[in-house]
C-alpha cells in the first residue's frame, strides 16, 4: 500500500476508540502518505488530546466548528478542497446518525456534509446495543445508499465496556485497506473482474513434527491480491500465510494437494489467475503418522514423489478469455528458462524472479522481476518495495492483456461474427 501524494482527512468522533486513530495517523505517513489532517469533535477531545494527534499528524488539530487555517479560510472547507478522502474513525452512533440526516453542528458533521464527490469511509464502533438498535441499522443503510459513502463494517469482539459482542473497531490493516481501495489512482481497472491469487511456499508433510518446504514468505502474492482489490477486483488470495485483517476472501491452505482442490473449486468462476505460490515439486511418499525418532533411526532416507503441476493442469483447462500468469524462480538464464516455462504451461504471461540475488525477492520487502508475455517484449522492472512492483505488472498485465480486449468489442460491429 502505497499513499503517496495523497492527503487523508481523519475524522475523530468521542467513544474509546478515539485512540486507534493514532497507530492509523502513523501508518498513513509510513506508507508515504503526503499528509494527514485530523479534525475531532469536542467529546473526541475528553477521550484523546488533539496535541497528540498533532505530534502525529505534524500539523494543527481542529475541533471547533468555527476553526479557520492561517489565511482565515474555514477548516470545513480545507478538508473539502485538500483532502482526498475524509475517514471518520471512530464513528459513534450518535455521529451517523447526524450524518445520516444531514446534520452539521459539529466539526466533523460540517465537513462531511462539505465533502461531496470524494469518497467518504465510515469506520463505527460502539456498544452492541447501540450497534444493533434498529436506528442505528437504519442510519447506516442510509450512508451505505450514498455513492460516496462506504462502511467499514466493525468486527466482534471484547468491548472496552468489558461486554462482547459486534461494534469493535474493525482492525487497522482493514481500515488502511479500504482507505487505499478509496483513493487508488486506478481503482476502477479490475473492476467486474474475479481474481485469483496464490501465494506462499506450500508445506508438505514428513512426520506430524517435520515438513518439507522453501523460503518463498508469501509477500510477493499477498502485494498483488491487496493491489488488485484496490484496482476494484473481486479478489481472493489462497495462500499458506494467511495475514491478518484483509477485506477480501482469503483461504489458508498448506500442502500442495489443498492448493490444488481450492483452485480447482475456484477456476471456472476465475477471470485472472496469479500463481505466485511456490508450490513444492515433490512430497514425501508415504509421511511417517507417528514422529520418527532419531534413537530409533539414527539415519533414514525419504522416498520423494513429483507432485502434479497444478499450473500446467490448469493451463489445459483454460477456457478462452481467462488469463492465467504464472511465476518463474530462475538461478541462471532467467529469460529463456522463464519464456519456456510460459509456453510449456500455456500462460498468457510470467514473472521471472532472478533468484541467485539475495537483496531481492523471498523474505524481502523489495524485489525487481521481468514480465514476460508471450508476444511481446520482456519488460524489466527495476528494484522497488513489493506493493510497487506489484502495482506495475498489474498494470501492465490490464495494457497488454486486458485493454486490448476491450477495445475490440467495443470496436465490433453488431452481428459479426469477429
Ligand atoms: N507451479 C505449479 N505446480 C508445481 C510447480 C510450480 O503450479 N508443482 C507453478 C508455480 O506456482 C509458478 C510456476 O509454476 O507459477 C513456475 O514455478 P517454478 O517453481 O519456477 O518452476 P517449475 O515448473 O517447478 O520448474 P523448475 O522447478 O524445474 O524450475
Not at 501524494?5 to 486507534?20: F, P, R
Not at 475528553?46 to 487555517?69: G, H, K
Not at 491452505?253 to 481450492?262: M, P
Amino acid at each position: 500500500m502505497d499513499f503517496s501524494g495523497k492527503t487523508i482527512a481523519v475524522a475523530i468522533t468521542g467513544g474509546i476508540a478515539a485512540y486507534k486513530a493514532c497507530d492509523l495517523i502513523r501508518e498513513l505517513y509510513r506508507r508515504n502518505a503526503h499528509r494527514v489532517i485530523c479534525i475531532m469533535t469536542p467529546t473526541a477531545e475528553s477521550f484523546i488530546p488533539s496535541l497528540t494527534l498533532q505530534a502525529l499528524s505534524r500539523f494543527p488539530v481542529y475541533v471547533s466548528e468555527l476553526a479557520v487555517d492561517h489565511a482565515g479560510v474555514p477548516i470545513h472547507i480545507v478538508v473539502a478542497q485538500q483532502a482526498d478522502a475524509l475517514l471518520i474513525l471512530p464513528a459513534t452512533a450518535d455521529t451517523i446518525a447526524k450524518l445520516a440526516h444531514g446534520g452539521a453542528d459539529n466539526l466533523v458533521t460540517t465537513s462531511a456534509i462539505t465533502f461531496t464527490g470524494k469518497p467518504v469511509l465510515v469506520a463505527p464502533a460502539m456498544n452492541t446495543r447501540m450497534w444493533d438498535h434498529p436506528l442505528t441499522r437504519q442510519n447506516l443503510q442510509t450512508l451505505r445508499q450514498l455513492p460516496h459513502y462506504s462502511v467499514i463494517e466493525p468486527s466482534s469482539g471484547s468491548l472496552a465496556c468489558g461486554e462482547t459482542g459486534e461494534g469493535h473497531l474493525a482492525d487497522p490493516e482493514t481500515i488502511l485497506q479500504a482507505l487505499y481501495r478509496a483513493v487508488h489512482p486506478q481503482r476502477n481497472l479490475f473492476e467486474g473482474m474475479r481474481a485469483v491469487v496464490t501465494a506462499g511456499g506450500t508445506v508438505e508433510p514428513i512426520d506430524p513434527v517435520r515438513v518439507i518446504s522453501n523460503r518463498s514468505s508469501g509477500k510477493m502474492g499477498l502485494a498483488l491480491a491487496d493491489e488488485l482489490f484496490a484496482m476494484g477486483a473481486d479478489v481472493t488470495l489462497i495462500t499458506t500465510r494467511p495475514p491478518v485483517g484483509r477485506p477480501y476472501a482469503v483461504a489458508s491452505v498448506q500442502t500442495s494437494a489443498e492448493l490444488r482442490e481450492a483452485l480447482g473449486q475456484r477456476f471456472e468462476q476465475t477471470d485472472l489467475l496469479l500463481m505466485a505460490a511456490a508450490v513444492s515439486d515433490y512430497k514425501v511418499a508415504n509421511p511417517a503418522t507417528e514422529k520418527i525418532k532419531r534413537e530409533k533411526s539414527p539415519e533414514t532416507q525419504l522416498d520423494l514423489i513429483a507432485n502434479p503441476d497444478l499450473l500446467a493442469e490448469l493451463g489445459e483447462r483454460k477456457r478462452p478469455g481467462q488469463l492465467l500468469v504464472g511465476f518463474a524462480a530462475e538461478s541462471s538464464d532467467l529469460v529463456r528458462n522463464a519464456t519456456e516455462k510460459m509456453r510449456r504451461k500455456h500462460l498468457d504471461a510470467i514473472v521471472a524472479n532472478d533468484i541467485s540475488r539475495s537483496d531481492i525477492g523471498f523474505e524481502s520487502d523489495e524485489n525487481e522481476v521481468t514480465l514476460l508475455f508471450s508476444e511481446l517484449s520482456p519488460q524489466i522492472l527495476e528494484r522497488a518495495p513489493k506493493s510497487v512492483i506489484a502495482r506495475r505488472v498489474l498494470g501492465l498485465i490490464h495494457d497488454r492483456l486486458i485493454a486490448p480486449k476491450a477495445k475490440l468489442k467495443l470496436v465490433k460491429p453488431e452481428g459479426s461474427a469477429l
